[in-house]
């Protein structure tokens, strides 16, 4: 912040007051919106204005008359106190020079003409017809031309003062606080944006009901420039962006040295600690950290997983079910093919063999690994089919089945005409059995699970 200071005087050097010097901040900063302040020079003439940093168009203004455009003004975080001509970028064109000055004379005799003429016509007007006071009433419109400084209501116990007024892009509300002698936008129009503005106010509040507090909205702010971001904690929330890659580093704390948008979200815990949301443009990997205000400290970056980005948490080599006939981008088939070594050195680390699982027709089963269930086999070793003991009983067995015969399992009992000549019963007809799985389960020509056919791929890179 910078301190403009000075007398203001004509070229003869006679001081000049009665005046406004207006400030239009020329854009937004982390700490500066664009608005219009008015700083009122004193009857002795002088000035005194606290600026933060920004680009300003300078104005001066008297009562009654088009404001005055002196030039632009330049306010740097280093800046020296000085003089509004210290500051003003062009003084050989926009300096207050003499003849400038003397125009505001002019214009402050003119209007003070004009209020002795305005005096000596008063004398001549019928009071009576006039209103006189409280709750009398006006009929008609009353307006107020472009260049008018407004509407000023002054407070009943102080020197405070509220002027309604418009300026070059707004209609304002600006309160005076004659505690610390400063003008300062409390509500505004913004007229190209369609847009209110509340400014330096603490509270706002519906049938005194709070609905906007300090505090409450998230301000957006500017850019981040070649700033430290642990500095900014829950006493800085808001949003900010980084334009330039190279001052994404490491050193200012970024997570990757990328442009990109920053969240500070305020946690509530206490008044420092806060949550950090980093968003890069180019390809909207986010990322997010924790700031503990008790213990002052930062908790590691951790990349969220999003769309762009999801195949960055999938190790090199893993197996994947695919519901097309075509892999995508970076995968290939598990189909026993031989790939190339060194196009694929991730996938080389995974299979050393350069030989990928043949996968077509296959299941995967877990691997053993010492507990006995399936013994005796390596990772990636093929196993081929096999089916449980099938098991069944036939009895008795003699000449005859007997009167009851018995017959278990995968057995099945059946009669037959007797192709010889028993020497006793079965005279005629003997027993025989079948064996037939399908009997007792599902059958087909392999050992199979029940299954759903999916394409296995396999991530190369």
């Not at 912040?1 to 901040?25: F, P």
């Not at 664009?34 to 600026?51: E, I, R, W």
């Not at 009562?63 to 975080?77: A, D, E, M, W, Y």
């Not at 908790?299 to 075509?326: H, K, M, R, S, Y």
Request: some cysteine.
């Amino acid at each position: 912040m910078a301190k403009i200071s000075g007398i203001l005087t004509d070229g003869a050097g006679q001081i000049i007051n009665n005046c406004t010097i207006e400030l239009y901040a020329k854009k937004t900063t982390n700490k500066v919106l664009t608005q219009t302040q008015a700083f009122q020079v004193a009857d002795n003439g002088s000035y005194m204005m606290n600026v933060l940093p920004c680009d300003y168009d300078v104005k001066l203004i008297i009562n009654g008359f088009p404001p005055k455009r002196l030039g632009t003004i330049q306010v740097f975080s280093d800046s020296k106190d000085g003089s509004l001509n210290d500051f003003l970028l062009n003084p050989l064109e926009s300096e207050i020079t003499p003849e400038v000055l003397q125009q505001v004379v002019n214009a402050r005799n003119a209007a003070k003409k004009s209020a002795d003429d305005a005096k000596k016509f008063a004398s001549t007007i019928d009071t009576s017809q006039l209103l006189k006071k409280s709750g009398d009433e006006m009929t008609g419109q009353l307006r107020m031309s472009a260049e008018s400084a407004g509407i000023k209501f002054k407070y009943v116990d102080s020197n405070n003062e509220f002027v309604l007024r418009t300026l070059s892009n707004s209609l304002s509300f600006i309160f005076y606080d004659e505690q610390i002698e400063k003008w300062s936008t409390k509500l505004a129009y913004i007229t190209d944006k369609k847009q209110w503005c509340f400014l330096d106010v603490d509270d706002v509040t519906i049938n005194n009901k709070s609905v906007l507090k300090t505090g409450d909205a998230v301000q957006l702010f500017g850019d981040l420039a070649n700033t430290n971001i642990n500095n900014l904690t829950g006493f800085n929330e808001g949003i900010y962006f980084q334009g330039k890659n190279v001052q994404a580093t490491s050193e200012n704390n970024y997570p990757i040295n990328e442009a990109g948008t920053l969240q500070v979200l305020k946690n509530g815990a206490d008044g420092a600690g806060c949550c950090q949301i980093y968003t890069a443009y180019r390809n909207a990997r986010q990322f997010i950290r924790n700031y503990r205000g008790g213990s002052k400290s930062w908790e590691p970056w951790i990349e969220q997983i999003t769309t762009a980005n999801v195949d960055n948490f999938l190790p090199v080599g893993i197996p994947q079910p695919w519901p097309t006939a075509t892999p995508p981008a970076g995968w290939l088939k598990c189909n026993g093919w031989k790939f190339d070594k060194n196009k694929y050195p991730k996938l080389a680390n995974a299979y050393p063999s350069g030989f990928l699982p043949e996968m077509r027709g296959e299941t995967i089963r877990g691997w053993d690994d010492g507990r006995g269930v399936d013994p005796g086999r390596q990772i990636l070793s093929w196993q081929g089919d096999a089916i449980r003991n099938i098991w069944g009983e036939i009895s008795p067995i003699s000449e005859t089945f007997a009167s009851e015969p018995t017959a278990t399992g995968a057995f099945k009992y059946f009669e037959k005409h007797a192709g010889h000549t028993p020497t006793s019963v079965d005279r005629g007809s003997v027993g025989g059995v079948v064996f037939d799985a399908s009997n007792i389960v599902p059958t087909a020509n392999e050992n199979r699970v029940r299954s759903v056919a999916f394409l296995y791929i396999v991530k190369a890179e």
